[in-house]
């Protein structure tokens, strides 16, 4: 596996595998890997010849500065698990290849980035992403690039913007990995002190309490919601939000009839946590 660290030296890499015939597939990170960066990997190295894992804590993307700055770092350890997954590049850039003096241009996407963590975060957090997958797409050039569902709204809007900008990338998203007590994996999971990592898994079992209720026949969104919003409040948790939208265009549901897409956003001690599943009701004869 190669390390590097500028856009020419990517290029030069990806060029030599294109002209082989080779599928090329990119997998973005902030690194702090675990399982579920590397399932990812893995899914790309079934499906692509030659496998691009970025790892850059992007700037732009963080709204509160503490997050930013404590965002967990171990490029050495993240190495050495993106080479025991086989991953051919890991392009590890210095923010000033990525954002160099006079950088003026972002990438917006309407409509599914304004709610929910769009309405949390802030506007500029979403323009972030945008703009680096933006980037790291035309830096990379990838045939195909892998997303978690554990980022159900970013998925979202990377296929949105992939179609609205004509990027030929085939975009997969790949199903949220989990502890063994339900806790979605996350990078920020390292932050949590032993007992908020305990109250944690409180957003799960909200999650799979409510996918239970729906699949027990409550079609109704707030009473199904109201089953996760009791697991939330006996550990004291008050959720940013905890909410039935449609899982194409995130606009609230009130009766479930279809696929519908359970997101959650809470502060757990003092780290904020996203979690979400997809209920699909079944149809009755
Ligand atoms: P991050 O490093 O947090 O920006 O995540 C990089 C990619 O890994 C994103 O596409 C995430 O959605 C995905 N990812 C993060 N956590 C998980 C998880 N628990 N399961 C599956 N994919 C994940």
Known sequence: ????????????????????????GLVPTMGAFHDGHLSLMRRAREKCGFVVVSLFVNPTQFNERSDLERYP???????????????????????????????????????VSEPLE??????????????????????????????????????????????????????????????TDGLAMSSRNALLDPSSRRRATALSRALFAIERTVAGGERDAERALAAGRVILRAEGIEPEYLAAVSTGTLAPVKTITGETLIPVAARVGNVRLIDNVIVRPEARA
Not at 1 to 24: D, H, N, P, W, Y
Not at 125 to 143: E, I, S, Y
Request: net charge neutral.
């Open 118 to 179: 769009g309405a949390m975060r802030g506007p500029a957090h979403f323009r972030g992403v945008a703009t680096v997958v933006a980037k790291l797409f035309n830096m990379a050039q990838p045939d195909e690039a892998f997303f978690g569902q554990k980022d159900a709204q970013q998925a979202l809007l990377i296929r949105r913007m992939t179609r609205d900008l004509d990027f030929p990338v085939y975009v997969e998203v790949c199903p949220t990995v989990r502890e």
């Open 73 to 111: 770092r171990d490029e050495q350890r993240d190495a050495a698990m993106a080479k025991s997954a086989g991953v051919d590049v890991l392009f590890a850039p210095p923010v000033e290849e990525v954002y160099p003096d006079g950088f003026a241009t972002t990438v917006e996407v309407s409509g």
């Open 1 to 24: 596996m190669k390390i590097v660290r500028t856009v020419g030296a990517l290029r030069q890499e990806v060029a030599a595998v294109r002209a082989s015939g080779a599928r090329i």
